[in-house]
């Protein structure tokens, strides 16, 4: 089963720490539906996969989102910190 719930329509140009965001096209606008080369913080080493939107935005700062590292599904959310977007893995 395919972890990405949203169409990744269009693609941005790399952003300066190397992801590329994706969004889905709508009639609200564009909606943020998955990030290649994503950052995920919490782990040590800097590693970086591929995220996917997994629900609307929960908070101002924060979207739900799922990953793959290393054969492991990682439930977390999106937000941002100085560098762009990343992703945070969650225990529950």
Not at 44 to 51: D, F, H, L, S
Request: glycine share 10%; proline share 7%.
């Amino acid at each position: 089963m395919s972890m990405q719930k949203y169409r990744a329509d269009k693609k941005t140009t790399p952003r300066p720490d190397g992801s590329i965001q994706w969004f889905a096209n709508w009639m609200g606008g564009p909606s943020l539906s998955k990030i290649e080369n994503c950052r995920l913080a919490n782990l040590a080493g800097e590693p970086r996969a591929t995220v996917y939107i997994t629900g609307e935005p929960d908070s101002f700062f924060s979207q739900p989102a799922v990953c793959s590292y290393r054969g492991v599904r990682m439930r977390g959310y999106i937000t941002g910190d100085n560098d762009g977007l990343c992703f945070r893995h969650t225990y529950y």
